[in-house]
């Protein structure tokens, strides 16, 4: 299929009027990423030459979170006036093309990479026109529906506003996924009209209008459901975020051996990588893109934020929080500690109740650690400051900022004096 050169459409214009939010729907975070990207790696699955992604409501604020995105680009549809349209903002992008054209919903991100293989397989086999990616719902409701005439054919979707009564039980729903020949979506992408309940240009009627012109058009079932959940209140965004955190729990445990104690109690969100053999005890929470080596133990209640890198057999203990904290080989702290904006070398070792205070109230400052330093219990490093390797802090030590405690030597107190080199 790699022959078959493939472009995507992803429609993400609409207003989102039932996340009752001021940020664009798919701006908002699943597994600690923007449902958007969830889409776009999609696309990128996919092995799409160009991804379009159709913008519109804050649309801004959605260009830039993604600016820079290679083999990316976004147009704008102004107003919004309903999935048709949308693709219609994409033509001059589309001009000329000659593959096939993928379009996905912004609001949809569950869709697995080996689903839209087969949605492609499918297309190629069955030389399509069109091929829509189905489910069979218990619970349709909402859903647009695929009328088939009497022999199995495709022929048209309805829209839920638009059912007649003896519609309302199909159960085969679109799941907004779509597959076109790129030549033939143009040929009836001009021909969609509003004449509908809710006065919009559907791009379901794209089915009716090829079916209609002699086309094939097939579906695709995806007996998934988790997979076409789409995504347009919040209760369905907690529903698709915990879906996915399900996901990165199982890839860890099965495929990383990596070990998860009450894995339902850990929120681990996507990006991570974690070493094999690694323990991670309950109610732990792991953000996005935290990297952690082989053989480390985390957790319970521990918190790794952003910018978190632990190498190899370090331990982030009992109410622990990291936030931008480089832990080399064998680093370990163990309980109730405070870590941010800190490079610790390997062998450290930060006892009980210690803080790096990073933010003196109007800019953030790094604390570096050198190897083999020993912080003693409830010591609090003021940020910037240098701890030397193979130093020493005392109990309640108050190392100022600036105030560099020198290799080997142990110092104590609030401000900390020297008090002797190690010997
Ligand atoms: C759409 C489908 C429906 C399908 C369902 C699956 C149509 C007419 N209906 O309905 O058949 O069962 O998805 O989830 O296509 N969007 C734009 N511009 C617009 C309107 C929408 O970019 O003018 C985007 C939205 O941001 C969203 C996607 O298109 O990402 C789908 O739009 P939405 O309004 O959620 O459609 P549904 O009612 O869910
Ligand atoms: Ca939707």
Redesign the pocket.
């Known amino acids: 299929m790699a022959d078959r050169p493939l472009k995507v459409v992803v429609?993400?214009?609409?207003k989102s009027t039932r996340m009752k939010s001021a940020t664009p729907k798919v701006l908002h975070k699943m597994a600690g990423v923007p449902v958007l990207q969830w889409v776009l790696e999609q696309a990128e699955a996919m092995g799409a030459a160009e991804t379009i992604v159709?913008v519109?409501h804050e649309s801004e604020r959605v260009r830039e979170k993604f600016s820079g995105r290679a083999n990316t680009r976004f147009v704008t549809?102004e107003p919004?006036?309903?999935?048709g349209?949308?693709v219609m903002q994409a033509r001059e992008a589309l001009a000329g093309f000659n593959g096939d054209v993928a379009v996905l919903?912004?609001?949809?991100p569950l869709i697995r990479p080996r689903t839209l293989e087969l949605l492609r397989h499918m297309h190629v086999s069955e030389e399509a026109a069109c091929t829509i990616l189905t489910a069979l719902l218990p619970e349709p409701r909402g859903?647009?529906r695929i009328v088939r005439d009497g022999l199995g054919r495709v022929r048209r979707?309805v829209?839920q506003r638009d059912l007649a009564p003896q519609q309302e039980a199909i159960q085969e729903?679109?799941?907004?996924t779509w597959l076109y020949d790129c030549t033939k979506l143009m040929s009836v992408l001009d021909k969609l009209d509003t004449d509908n309940a809710q006065g919009e240009y559907?791009?379901?009627d794209t089915v009716r209008l090829l079916a209609d012109a002699g086309n094939r058009v097939a579906a695709c079932a995806c007996d998934d459901h988790t997979e076409v959940m789409?995504i347009?209140n919040r209760k369905q965004l907690a529903e698709a975020d915990r879906l996915a955190r399900e996901r990165i729990l199982d890839e860890l445990m099965i495929e990383q051996g990596v070990s998860v104690y009450q894995p339902e109690s850990c929120y681990i969100e996507a990006g991570c990588s974690i070493g094999r053999d690694t323990v991670i005890w309950p109610h732990s929470v792991i953000r996005a893109g935290v990297v952690i080596g082989e053989r480390c133990e985390i957790g319970p209640f521990a918190h790794l934020r952003g910018g978190t890198r632990l190498g190899n057999d370090c331990k982030v203990g009992a109410f622990v929080e990291t936030k931008n904290a480089v832990y080399g080989d064998g680093t370990k702290s163990g309980h109730l500690a405070y870590l941010g904006d800190v490079t610790l070398g390997s062998g450290v070792n930060i006892g009980a109740g210690s803080i790096v205070a990073n933010y003196d109230g109007k800019a953030k400052h790094h604390t570096e650690v050198g190897d083999n330093a020993f912080i003693g219990c409830g010591t609090v490093l003021v940020a910037p400051v240098k701890v030397g390797k193979n130093a020493q802090t005392g109990a309640n030590t108050v190392v100022p900022h600036g105030k560099d405690v020198p290799d080997d030597t142990i110092v104590v107190g609030a401000p900390a004096r020297e008090l002797r080199k190690k010997s």
């Open positions: 429609l993400a214009a609409g159709v519109g549809q919004q006036h309903g999935t349209h949308a919903c912004g609001d949809v859903y647009g979707i829209e729903i679109n799941t907004g559907y791009l379901t789409g347009n």
